[in-house]
């Protein structure tokens, strides 16, 4: 699921406060961020930055954010 649609995000780039994030997960996640995002986009991988892994599954998720 996507915040706003592809041609929406490429037409925004560039503009003033405009923030791409590129938000991926696995092991891999680095690795085919650099080998292949949108130029200037952040990036931010699902099991570690947007993440907060509990020892007791019961005190919330993993994946918090959609």
């Known amino acids: ?5 592809v041609s929406e995000a490429l037409a925004s780039i560039g503009e003033k406060n405009t923030v791409i994030i590129d938000a ?3 092991a891999d996640a ?3 961020y650099a080998s292949g995002h949108i130029e200037g986009a ?3 991988d699902l099991e570690t ?6 020892l007791n599954p ?3 998720g993993r ?3 959609p």
């Open 42 to 44: 952040y990036f931010a």
């Open 24 to 26: 991926r997960g696995g």
């Open 49 to 54: 930055d947007l993440s907060n892994k509990k």
């Open 1 to 5: 699921m996507s915040l706003i649609s």
């Open 30 to 32: 680095s690795v085919r």
């Open 58 to 60: 019961a005190d919330g």
């Open 63 to 65: 994946h918090p954010l």
